[in-house]
Every structure is written in structure tokens, then in C-alpha cells.
């Protein structure tokens, strides 16, 4: 995404004022926004060109000629979501919005189309037994099982390398060899691959320390078990813009009480809710980490995520989610994994 730093309004701006950074920014557009960031509307030369028209002059503010609602995305939006929108508006550009209508960015559909390459290594954990998929996973680890026409490990990185991560580091173990003898270096895959070997179990977080020296730049680390279309671009610009130290997917989980809930006062009944439904964000096992959290993983022991997460926030370092509500499919049992046959061709 762009910076938008440089092209942002308030409604109290001048025209005056308006004029300079849209004639100064290469995106020829100013957003506007209030104290907190949250876009109000966007200003061009030609909403300009109409006020002047209409009497206002270069020192009046810029409120009345604002256009209040302009086609936005929001931070989940995949690539392909984006450009689709794009094209049926006829767009050059659009700000991307989070959940609460704060600006984090703006498009452009030039910059879309074109490949991009991305610095930042890729980790993903693909060492588990996959226990709860048994016998499928007796001959087979879990992440070259297939879904749809490929394995689940190959539409993971095939979705990084679409957003121009393709430095990918495998953390393998369970039959490695499987792995290894499919990827090879991931040149056929246009990615590059390198492996670590786990010699015993070392949870969601402990194959880092073997892998210090590799991860100087802000990384993501993924389950190798996940399939997901999160926009992984937008989720590392998210942790960047942020300056954020760890940045954990969240996913909303609803659960919904098989009962009539009775809140009581002691002895006495003060209300019943029926089946009352319970919202909570659960780990969707996606992270980005800054290099910076290295210092908290022991050396080749078990350490697992939630963990280091803990230690991050003990740290008072800054810790933030990034909410997922695109397609996300932990495939952990024979039910999750039938699912996924079901709708792969329908979502990738």
C-alpha cells in the first residue's frame, strides 16, 4: 500500500491548502480525515474546479466540496477483491479502511498489477504428527495432504508468493523427506526454500532460535495446517504502520450456551438468559514478529506462541491483532479437512 501521510486533509484545510498536496502527490487525490484518522471522504482537482465555480474562493475551507462517500476496501480485502472493485468503478486508486473506518492506505491498481518482491522471510511450521487426521496422515504429513488439486502446503505458499513474499523457510520434521523431495528449492514454485530441522518437538515458537541469523526484518510465521486468502501484504504493512513488536490473526469465535443461562445474587435470581451467545477472538495461527522477539526464545527448547506472546506484553512492547474475516480453515480433524475439499475450487 502507499503512504498516505503525505496527502491527508482535515475539513477545516483551506482550498488553498488542498491544492498544494494534490498538486504536489504523484496520486493527484487528497483523503480526508478526522483527528483520529477516520476517513471523512476523499478531494480532487475537479471537486476543486466545481467550488470555485460555485463562488468559493482559495481561503475558504474545503467541507462543502468533499466527497463524502467514496468507494473504499477493507484491510482483509484480497488483491483480487480490490482489483475487481477497481475495474467495475473505474478507479485508479482506493483507501483501504480498517474495521472502525480508520485509513490505513491507499491502493493504486497500477501498483496491483505489477509483481512484487518482498524482503520479508516467511516461516512456516509444517513438523506436526497429525495425529487427528490418522490414517491419512500415517504415509503422509498433514500439510501435503491434498486440498482441491494441490497440497495444503502448496496453496500456502503459492498465496505468499502472490503477494510478493517469496523467501519461505519450512520448519519441518515428520517426514520430512516428502517435503523436501516435493519443494525442493521452490524454484519451480518461483519462491526460494530453505528448510530447518526439528529433532524434537520444539511447539509453535522454539524452531525460531535456530533460525536467528536468518530473520533480521519483520517476518510472518504461519501453521502449515491453515488454509486462508488473508491479504498478506496488508498484514504486514498493518505491523509496520503500527510499529508494532508482534502482531497475532485473530479470528472471531462465537459460542452459543446449550442453556438457559440463571445470573444469581447470592440465593436470589436476578435474570435468565436464554442460550446466550458468547463472542471471543481466538489465535488464526498467522503472525508477524518483529526480529526483536528473538531474544525471548530459548535456545533449541520447547516454546510455544502464546508464550512468547506473553513475554512481549510482560515487556510492555507492543503487541496488536490483526482481525481475519476472509476465508480461514484450520484443518485440524477429518470433518475440517472433508470442508475444505468442499469449498477449495469455490474460494482459491
Known sequence: MKNYKNILLNSSSSIREALKIIDSGAMKIGIVVDENEKLIGTLTDGDIRRGLLNNLSLDDIIESIIFRTPTVCKIEDTKEKI?????????YQIPIVDNDGKLVGIEEVDELLKPKHKNNKVVLMVGGLGT???PLTDKTPKPMLKVGDKPILETIILNFKKYGFSKIILSVSYKSEIIENYFGDGSKFGVNIE???????MGTAGALSLIREKLSE??????GDLLTNINFEHMMDYHVSNSSTATMGVREYDFQVPYGVVNVDGINIKS?????????????????LDSKVLDYIPENEFFDMPTLFEKVIESKMKSISFPIREYWLDIGRMEEFEKANNEYHEVF
Do not use: D, T
Not at 528448510?195 to 518437538?201: L, M, S
Not at 435468565?272 to 508477524?288: D, L, Q
Open 195 to 201: 528448510y530447518v530441522h526439528e529433532e524434537k518437538r
Open 218 to 223: 519483520p517476518f510472518f510465521v504461519m501453521n
Open 83 to 91: 482489483l475487481e472493485i477497481a475495474v467495475e468503478k473505474k478507479l
Open 272 to 288: 435468565i438468559e436464554e442460550k446466550p451467545v458468547h463472542n471471543f477472538y481466538v489465535s488464526a495461527g498467522v503472525y508477524v
Open 132 to 134: 487427528r487426521l490418522r
